[in-house]
């Protein structure tokens, strides 16, 4: 038998090994503590250690992890592959994003990143499609995809949603998108909505020669969501949009095993992000929850619009490159950028993250002052505008939407 203390977790001539877990944490120790006995609390607390000394079997700390670098409010912490569930996202993040948040030992911490091995990796399916939907289920390989969101984001009946959508792909947007709030409330149920959806997508791709699709939001409980995603399969969808923060990662992980029978691709909203990223030194950052995301197998998810937008952004450009790198094999993600976006931002975003993406607009095509169909047209010609490098200004002498569109929010950011 073997006596563990906190102290058995920090050892900072350690070399992970290469089927470890590596997670990077900015940590504020508690005023009593200095840097060493908060890693060491963090590797224990968040592998199989405890506050008091425990007598074990030797074998047991072949699952300890261990702290192993300390640079500034930044440590390092290894965890053994042994220590994981394969395959099990909610048990991994019980460990690396578990009770550690809430020791009285760090005032505050926060995970930052983390160093996906192979072994741990491949237990997971990744996206099923990624960055290749622009082609394999869109017509847009050579330009960023734009959807929308028909607003106010509830209260449409199933109707006025369906004429919305219809304005809006027949405008030049790819995707129809729900909001993260609508799901099956009676004045726009579910299954209507998705059927007669679709049934208008079918014309509008006849009128317009491209194809579209619907992200339409499958959130609800474990069983409802599956029924769900059976139903879009079954009704011709090729996406389903998951809130994944707050279904929460199991219920991502059904979906994807049934997406993958299906051959449906899954869109992850990431509201109530920001109860987990928002504050710099505490939490889960952003670029941690995409990573999971990537490893559970979403093919989109919101990474934020280059703080150009109305909502708070941390790092969209890295996050974004993070989910365009290899990893071992698994597919890329496509980033969604949503929030405030209308034309006049196209250029300048395009500029900071690029085209591989996808736009979402919702007030930046319904509050087009003539309306979705135009706003619809107007965001498709700023990007038009910004593929082909061309001025956007110069651009809109000759589209009249965009020039009402500009004319009317300039490049401001809106608040
Ligand atoms: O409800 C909204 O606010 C949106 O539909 C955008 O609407 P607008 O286009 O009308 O702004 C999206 O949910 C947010 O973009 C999500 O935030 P994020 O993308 O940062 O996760
Ligand atoms: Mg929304």
Request: charged share 25%; aromatic share 6%.
């Amino acid at each position: 038998m073997t006596g563990i203390t906190y102290e058995d977790f920090i050892d900072l001539d350690y070399e992970p090994a290469d089927d470890e877990l590596v997670c990077d944490f900015r940590v504020t120790p508690a005023s009593d503590m200095d840097m060493e006995s908060a890693g060491s609390r963090v590797a224990s607390e968040s592998s199989n250690g405890t506050w008091a000394e425990l007598q074990v079997e030797g074998s047991i700390t072949d699952l300890s992890a261990t702290c192993f670098d300390i640079q500034g409010d930044r440590i390092r912490v290894a965890y053994p592959d042994a220590l994981f569930e394969h395959g099990n996202m909610p048990q991994v993040l019980s460990c690396i994003a578990g009770n550690i948040l809430g020791m009285k030992a760090v005032e505050r911490i926060r995970l930052l990143d983390c160093d996906w091995p192979e072994p741990l990796t491949s237990s997971f399916p990744g996206p099923q499609y990624g960055t290749s939907v622009r082609s394999e289920l869109l017509d847009a390989a050579d330009r960023p995809i734009t959807a929308t969101v028909p607003k106010p984001k509830v209260g449409l009946s199933t109707d006025q949603h369906v004429q919305v959508a219809y304005e809006a792909w027949t405008g030049g947007i790819d995707l129809l998108k729900d909001d993260e709030n609508l799901t099956d409330q009676s004045f726009n149920r579910y299954e209507d909505r998705l059927y007669q959806s679709l049934e208008r997508r079918d014309e509008a791709e006849e009128e317009t020669g491209e194809r579209k699709s619907y992200l339409v939001n499958v959130t609800g409980t474990g069983d409802q969501m599956l029924e769900r995603v059976q139903m879009a399969a079954d009704a011709g969808c090729e996406f389903v949009m998951v809130d994944v923060v707050t279904a929460g990662w199991a219920a991502v992980q059904q979906v994807r095993e049934l997406t993958e029978e299906e051959g449906l691709a899954i869109h992850a909203h990431r509201a109530m992000h920001a109860a987990f990223d928002r504050v710099p030194d505490h939490g889960v950052s952003m670029r941690a929850l995409a990573q999971v995301a990537r490893l559970c197998g979403v093919d989109h998810i919101h990474t934020g619009t280059a703080d150009l937008g109305k909502l708070e952004n941390e790092d969209t450009a890295g996050i974004n490159e993070w989910l365009a790198s290899d990893l071992h094999g698994l597919k890329d993600v496509l980033p969604m950028a949503s929030g405030g976006l209308h034309p006049g931002l196209v250029p300048e975003l395009v500029d900071r993250i690029g085209t591989n993406i996808g736009i979402q607009a919702g007030g930046g095509v319904h509050g087009h002052p003539d309306g979705t169909h135009a706003g619809a047209k107007a965001l498709r010609q700023s990007i038009d505008a910004a593929v082909a490098g061309i001025d956007i200004e110069e651009y809109a002498d000759t589209h009249p939407e965009l020039r009402t569109a500009l004319d009317k929010w300039g490049t401001e950011t809106p608040r």
